[in-house]
């Protein structure tokens, strides 16, 4: 299935979670929010929260500014 | 409070409930690498410094250090920001994501610009995008206009401090309107921390000197040549503002008035 990820196309296994999605692109141990559709994923759903085809995901982290 | 330096805990900022013993902000955008950034906040003694919100790069640079690393959320208030929201919705999003992100921590900082060039403040999209988020119980710190009247409305709908601009984001022009800012002051019953258009330690201390209960600045600091060493002066400028707001000033007078005294001259 594809997703868009941080507005890009990627295609991913069917039915990976979300900690299968961050945990392939490196980032599941970094200070990170995760929103599907407009919608907080809390972090405590990682696991059990599954992708489906054409989601949405926003994956955001702090940067600086003022 | 008593006369001794307002730089102790005697005379703190209280910002939603804490207390914090320095009254300058700042932000984290523009330095050269992480690691001036942590010196230069070290150097300001800031306890509340701001960060903005971005996506994360995937792929790229997977061992860059993160910037919670460097100011880590124990030791800082973490002080998002909704800088680059140009609506009400996205500014309240990101809000959320914040929130999500730093584990709950509910202490935001509003901005909704209305225009690239300027960066002055969409005010309708503020007072929306404040209300929305008061109701859903975030402490917000709103960047606004210099406006008495929509700086009140700001305090009325709930908002934890009013942060009016002292000049455009990032022009270092300084205190373009001192009596409005004086006007907000005077009519505050939340803290008023002067946000962007400081450009020099005399700035902050202008700030301070007319009651301002903080300022938040970025650039003055980051763009300056050396970043470090402002970051102190601006440390300095604070207190100092501060000490001579709470100290009062002496009258102004037109004409001169001798120091020494004139009985017991010689001639």
Sequence with gaps: ?66 | MSETTANSNKDPLNIGGVDYDTRLLVGTGKYKDMEETRLAIEASGAKIVTVALRRTNIGQNPDEPNLLEVIPPDRYTILPNTAGCFDAKTAVRTCRLARELLDGHDLVKLEVLGDEQTLYPDITATLEAAETLVADGFKVMVYTSDDPLIAKRLENIGCVAVMPLAAPIGSGLGIRNPYNILTIVENAEVPIIVDAGVGTASDAAVAMELGCDGVLMNTAIAGAKKPILMASAMKKAIESGREAFLAGRMPRKRFASASSPIDGLII
């Design chain 1, 1 to 66: 299935m594809n997703i868009q990820l941080n507005g890009e196309s990627k295609a991913l296994s069917a039915n990976a979670s979300v900690m299968q999605l961050i945990t392939e692109l490196g980032v599941a141990d970094k200070r990170l929010a995760v929103e599907i559709n407009e919608e907080i994923i809390p972090r405590s759903r990682y696991e059990q929260h599954c992708l489906q085809q054409d989601d949405q995901v926003e994956i955001i982290h702090a940067v600086g500014g003022g």
